[in-house]
């Protein structure tokens, strides 16, 4: 069964502690890892796509990387408005959601 | 603007009243789907749509129906809600099945059934 785990749960850091945010995958036929920034009460927003294992990509204070068996993303530096749920979504057939991290960046 | 506007942003209803959520996109996008999101269980799809007419379930359709009579509308349709249908909804939209490109979410729908 396709499975996708995010950890930890919940992580709290100092402003300018750097970071890294887990997602491990299970799925044959992966099409794509996507990261999705999500604030309370708001839709997703899209932050990366990775399309095959060695791919990184950044985007300001994150980076995100793609292995054959999990992905990170990588905080660095980070800011009280990187406050945040982070999604990790494996595409095959559909978008298959992990439940999430919860970050909190305290000044 | 892009964009997937969601309607109602928050609803409250009663038990077996029947009520749909409305979506909408403005970028011609064929796929498109719902998902409903629930503490500690994550996002999970309701059902999806590749195309115009072609509508299929995702891992939790029971109590749920769409359709998809127009490339830029896929209404959630729920017949007689339950309590445990209340939940945080979202639409999503993309290119063919996410064409490697992410889906656009739209700003949610709150719904409490009672």
């Known amino acids: 069964e396709d499975q996708v785990t995010q950890s930890p749960e919940a992580l709290r850091l100092q402003e300018g502690e750097s970071s890294s945010l887990n997602c491990s995958y299970t799925?044959?036929?992966?099409?794509?890892l996507f990261w999705y920034r999500q604030d309370p009460g708001k839709g997703p927003e899209f932050l990366f796509t990775l399309y095959s294992a060695g791919e990184e990509k950044e985007k300001e204070r994150l980076k995100a990387t793609l292995t054959k068996k999990e992905s990170f993303l990588h905080i660095t530096a980070p800011k009280p408005e990187d406050s945040a749920t982070y999604l990790c979504?494996?595409?095959?057939?559909?978008?298959?959601f992990g439940k999430g991290t919860s970050l909190l960046v305290t000044p | 603007e892009a964009q997937v506007t969601q309607n109602p942003r928050y609803l409250i209803t009663v038990t077996g009243k029947k009520l749909t959520v409305t979506c909408s996109q403005n970028m011609n996008h064929e796929y498109m789907s719902w998902y409903r999101q629930d503490p500690g269980l994550g996002l999970r799809q309701i059902y999806y749509s590749m195309n115009v007419e072609v509508t299929d379930k995702g891992d939790v359709p029971e109590g749920y129906k769409v359709s998809r009579k127009e490339k830029r509308n896929f209404p959630l349709i729920l017949e007689s809600p339950s309590p445990n249908q209340t939940s945080l909804y979202f639409c999503?939209?993309?290119?063919?099945?996410?064409?490697?490109?992410?889906?656009?979410f739209g700003s949610g729908t709150r719904l409490t059934v009672v």
């Open positions: 799925v044959s036929g992966l099409r794509g």
């Open positions: 999503a939209s993309s290119l063919v099945r996410g064409r490697l490109e992410g889906y656009t």
């Open positions: 979504a494996v595409l095959k057939y559909a978008l298959n």
